[in-house]
């Protein structure tokens, strides 16, 4: 009898590309590998942890990213320290998964830089979404790409440091939360609980998250108690395209695709519209 062990793919926390690519030691392959995925993100999670021990000068930044506040209420026994945990649980994570997968201790640093390239390129739809939700066009088109980024204006008087650490935590944990975390519980509950086939698992899982991602921005709720249709679609399809690039690509890439959008709506376009 054949083995059921192929049936349904793991995808947490990412998503091995053997249709892409069958080469075990490719970069499509490897890129999805948790080790090269924790090598890659690092320098992100030091540099932000670093910054809620307040060791760069900026105050308040986490309670500005709702999906870290979340994911640290878990953790709230543990006071303070509990802030650092989802980045301790995430590093452990893929550490442990790179234990039981037994891969080679080996890093390739130009994919590395590759990794970098591959989600500056894949940022790319995500500006043309701007672009085809947004009212306005010429020289307000920088604006309306923050506004369709779904950032609190607030978050434009804010200094670079702040805006970067704001860019940073966004892209890292709410990656961490809405596609790492949520759709791998989404999947295991409509596939090996509800016995859905895994495609429709996957399709289903990527589309909860990116409903549940849209949610929580506040920014889509208008002050009459109306919603931001434009706004909520944006971020709706961006939760899919971000969902879809975690199946596919895995988490690295997800992160870095989240990440790179995030410096260009909160850190580099405020700088060229006069902001600080």
Known sequence: MASKKHTKPMILPTQTAHSWNDDPRGYFTLTTKPLHILVFLLPVILYYEIGLLGWIGIQG????????????RFFQIFGVF??????????????????????????K?????????ESAFLTGPLIVL??????????QASLAALQAGGADAA???????????IAIGAGLYEEMLFRLVLITMLHFLITDVLGFRDRAGKMLAVFGAALAFTLIHDQIRLATGGVNLRLALFIL?????????????????????????????????????GDR
Do not use: C
Request: glycine letters at 8%.
């Open 130 to 139: 701007t672009m085809v939700l947004s009212p306005t066009t010429g020289t």
């Open 61 to 72: 930044s986490s309670s500005s990213i709702e999906a870290h506040q979340l994911l640290s």
């Open 237 to 273: 399809i961006s939760g899919v395209y971000l969902g879809t690039l975690f199946l596919v690509r895995g988490f690295g890439i997800a992160v870095g695709v989240h990440l790179m959008w995030d410096l260009l709506a909160v850190v580099i376009l405020p700088g060229f519209s």
């Open 82 to 107: 509990g802030l650092h945990l989802p980045a301790i649980a995430l590093v452990l994570t893929l550490l442990l998964q790179h234990l039981f997968n037994r891969d080679p201790l080996k890093i």
């Open 109 to 117: 640093p130009m994919f590395l830089l590759a990794m970098i390239a």
């Open 155 to 165: 978050v434009f008087s804010a200094d670079f440091q702040h805006r970067l650490m």
